[in-house]
């Protein structure tokens, strides 16, 4: 397949546009991370995306709106505590989990009876939904199980060749995808954890916003065939380098003794090590460079990538939580 490079200009998002009404793959910048989208009502399309990525079609896929679009097409009820959660949020990196109408496809849902909907803030992201007159079903632009892409030279890496068209624009804002809420009942629930946490979400609904138990655990259901993620990112291995990758968790100046520890004698062996430590103070530093440093481990042929901890506090939480998901859970306690 011959993939087109665009710019992010209005005439290259138009011809983008096109190819997404006519039932192509395009991926666009957002401010999360790239996606790669499809027209969410069409089927065929999406199923071209599970294709592109190698994406099991049972992951749900989120689907991207603008102010434009009519969300009555997609969900029968809008209740007052998503009006609330869509007026602090929208646009920006929340996605809600709402029940569907059956005009959404199974292919776009999992084959769940709920869709994800999200408004990015990201301007070519949302020209692109305007120009294509339909909502866009994106996941991430990346191989499936891979770090997820937060430039375009990521997305070129991994999806040149499989795609129709990538648009090419700026690194993204945030670095880890969409904060996802589950507001299909009465007790809202994170089901992936992102920028906006937990306590933002309680601030503005006034009452208790529940965690998926699985979050940032190893959950024995999730080898369990008939586990249903409601949410991208619950059930399969997600974000994962290519290298061996472990975890140090501890006190700071433990943690970077043990990590200095395994560099020197992996170094010994003739292993390329590559080390990842953030400071704790600034966690969305942390989220903005953590994909974009497992892939340049990658791009050195890496063989172990040696990091350490983010305290699992607010946006500290979601960064672990793309972290474990990386590791494959491999954590060594110091």
């Known amino acids: 397949m011959e993939t087109i490079i665009f710019k992010d ?16 793959l395009v991926a666009f910048p957002t401010e999360t991370v790239y ?42 009820e809008v209740t007052p505590d998503m009006e609330k959660l869509m007026e602090a949020f929208w646009p920006g990196p929340m996605t809600m989990v709402v029940k569907r109408k059956p005009e959404v496809p199974d292919t776009t849902t999992g084959g769940l009876d709920t869709v994800g909907l999200r408004m990015p803030s990201n301007q070519v992201a949302m020209a692109l939904i305007d120009m294509s007159g339909c909502p866009i079903a994106a996941p991430s632009a990346n191989i499936s199980g891979r770090p997820s892409p937060t430039t375009a030279q990521h997305v070129i890496d991994d999806l040149y060749g499989r795609v129709d068209g990538i648009i090419v624009s700026g690194d993204c804002e945030f670095g880890i995808e969409s904060t996802v ?6 007790e809202p629930m994170i089901l992936r954890p992102g920028i906006i946490t937990r306590n933002d979400l ?31 990112g619950m059930k399969y291995k997600h974000y994962a380098p290519k ?26 062996l003739g292993q390329k090590v590559w080390v990842i430590t953030f400071d704790d ?29 983010l305290t699992e506090k607010g946006v500290g939480f979601s960064v672990m939580n793309r972290m474990l998901k990386s590791a494959g859970y491999n954590i060594k306690k110091v």
């Open 9 to 24: 200009t209005a005439e290259d998002i138009e011809k983008a546009a096109e190819i997404i009404r006519n039932g192509g």
């Open 281 to 309: 103070s600034d966690q969305k530093e942390a989220a903005h460079d953590f994909f974009a440093k497992l892939r340049a481990a990658d791009k050195e042929g890496a063989d172990v990538i040696l990091a350490s901890a």
């Open 181 to 186: 809420v589950d507001m299909s009942s009465e």
């Open 35 to 76: 996606g790669l989208g499809a027209d969410a009502l069409n089927a065929e399309a999406v199923k071209k995306v599970y294709a592109a990525k190698g994406r099991p079609s049972d992951n749900p896929m989120i689907v991207h709106v603008t102010p434009n679009s009519d969300l009555t097409r997609l969900t029968p």
């Open 202 to 232: 309680e601030g503005v609904l006034g009452k208790e916003v529940l965690l998926d138990p699985t979050l940032n655990k190893r959950p024995d259901k999730f080898n369990n065939e008939e586990f249903k993620p409601k949410a991208p």
């Open 243 to 268: 290298a061996e990758m472990i975890i140090y968790e501890g006190e700071q100046e433990s943690v970077l003794a043990a990590i200095d520890l395994e560099r020197e004698m992996r170094e010994s």
